[in-house]
């Protein structure tokens, strides 16, 4: 789990472009406090620790105490908006939390056990359908990854959400199916032999058919002929 991080704000008075800009002059970036059915409180915090945190890469899966003088907020990143040219960010918005809350929250997946995966040895790939899960978890314990093993899988074979051991209190935002996270898969050259190989199978279906169904034409034919001879 992501320790849960502090950072400090003060209250915002002036609202509009022109106030954002002001504050963004001096290092600082608007950021907004709602949630918990309580009235929305608007802040400023201070721009080089807020790009500290995010940094951190796990910044919008942490609880973050959003401190405004006494009074302490535990809230959850939802929203972080950069600068289209300078990618500095220019306005957050935290997710004020209840108590004993749950949060749906993107967690990043991490795969180990790739020299115990005998499809991988053999050559094979492995084909990544999902980099993060949805999952519904304890606001306060939120995990920082998913830690999902490798070791076993053979080409063709693929790892679904049901078998994943999720921490204790999460669970995943997606309930009315066993979706599949990534899968072991043959590389290209490994394809293209075996698809020559089924077409060349299918090629010779036909023609054993064919020569059963010729075979008993002829079968056929010498009953009647036997038959004829016979009247």
């Keep these: ?65 959003v401190e405004v003088g006494k009074d302490k907020h535990r809230t959850l990143p939802k929203d972080v908006q950069f600068h289209p040219v300078t990618s500095r960010p220019v306005h957050v918005d935290f997710f004020r939390l209840a108590k004993d809350a749950t949060v749906q929250v993107a967690i990043p997946v991490h795969f180990t056990g790739e020299e115990k995966s005998p499809g991988l040895t053999r050559g094979g790939v492995l084909n990544v359908v999902r980099h993060e899960l949805e999952l519904i978890c304890d606001a306060s314990n939120i995990p920082d990854q998913i830690v999902i093993d490798l070791a076993g899988l053979d080409i063709g074979d693929s790892v679904h959400i049901s078998a994943v051991e999720l921490p204790e209190g999460s669970k995943s935002a997606i309930d009315d199916r066993d979706f599949t996270i990534a899968g072991v898969v043959a590389p290209s050259a490994m394809k293209s032999s075996e698809e020559e190989e089924e077409e060349v199978a299918a090629d010779e279906v036909p023609a054993m058919e064919q020569d059963g169904d010729e075979a008993e034409g002829d079968a056929e034919g010498d009953a009647e002929a036997k038959a004829k001879d016979g009247e």
């Design 1 to 65: 789990m992501s320790d849960q991080l502090t950072l400090p704000a003060e209250p915002r008075e002036g609202v509009g472009k022109g106030a954002s800009r002001a504050l963004r002059r001096d290092g600082r970036v608007p950021a907004v406090i709602y949630g918990d059915k309580k009235d929305p409180v608007s802040v400023h915090v201070e721009e080089k620790l807020l790009v500290k945190m995010l940094q951190t890469g796990h910044f919008m899966n942490t609880v973050v105490s």
